[in-house]
């Protein structure tokens, strides 16, 4: 489970990226991040602290840890049994263009992508939508609406991506098997005293199944429809329809049009 997001967070964003990553990896998830300031570091300290585990995807060299203040991080991350991970040789410098790519192993890496705090032009936007093209489910921690750091994950959520507030958000966005996992363990017990394996056929709004992506194509067509016309032919419902759009729009499959109108792209 990915945690990314501002290198200038506030109070607020700290606070929730420390408590969510921690019982990220109090729940058995492997939490990873980009070792920056911020956000990336708060992830990383609340899964040691919870006695998790927790990964590192650098954009430099191994042996060249950026910024350089978070060095002893990096090596307690190591002691503690987690991992640093770069797809650059030793000697490469932290330069500018390595972070999209890192971004890009930092989303392939996890089932899940959550945004904590952001501007519109930021590397957290990139990563979701990075993490959107591989498949990987896309939530976003809702913040204060005066706050300019909070323009990256509302934007997210109103495009579809799933509101997180606490761990168990993060149940239908994750595969059947993990599901199942917590169920038998109690890890994240609802009401019912344990979480129910959730399988493909239920439709649950984290689970974009081919069928259903293969309908809402072919309803948009490539001359378009509203919204409304979706809704009503596709016979889901709609928080999941918007899911499902959200995610063809950032795989580059649909665009939105003026009134609510979307068109297929290319040949799929």
């Known amino acids: 489970m990915a945690f990314v997001g501002s290198r200038r967070p506030t109070g607020y964003g700290r606070r929730m990226a420390r408590s969510l ?11 990873v991040s980009g070792l920056a300031r911020g956000i990336d570091s708060e992830a990383h300290e609340a899964a040691l602290a919870a006695g998790g585990t927790t990964w590192a995807v650098l954009g430099s060299g191994l042996d060249r840890v950026y910024p350089p203040e978070n060095a002893g991080l990096a090596e307690r991350i190591e002691r503690s049994g987690g991992c640093l991970l770069s797809e650059f040789a030793p000697g490469t410098p932290p330069l500018a263009g390595h972070f999209p790519r890192r971004n890009r192993v930092i989303a392939g890496l996890c089932w899940a992508v959550v945004v904590v705090e952001g501007r ?16 990987r489910a896309v939530l976003a921690v809702p913040g204060p609406a005066d706050s300019s750091l909070s323009e990256a ?15 168990e958000d993060l149940i239908e966005e994750l595969p059947p098997i993990c599901g199942a996992r917590w169920a038998r363990q109690g890890s994240l017990a609802g009401p019912g005293g344990g979480l129910e394996e959730e399988h493909p056929s239920d439709g649950k709004p984290g689970q974009v199944e081919g069928g259903e992506r293969g309908r809402i194509l072919d309803i948009i067509g490539h001359s378009g429809a509203t919204l409304d016309e979706i809704v009503s032919e596709a016979g889901l419902d709609l928080p999941r329809i918007s899911h499902i759009i959200f995610q063809l729009e950032l795989e580059g499959l649909v665009a ?8 297929r792209l290319g040949s799929y």
């Open 21 to 31: 990553a921690g019982a990220a990896a109090r729940a058995g998830l492997v939490v």
């Open 120 to 135: 519109l032009k930021s590397g957290s936007l990139i990563t979701a939508r990075l993490a959107a093209n591989q498949g």
């Open 153 to 167: 994950p509302h934007l997210l959520i109103q495009e579809g991506a799933r509101a997180m507030t606490r761990l």
């Open 256 to 263: 939105a049009l003026d009134g609510q109108r979307y068109a």
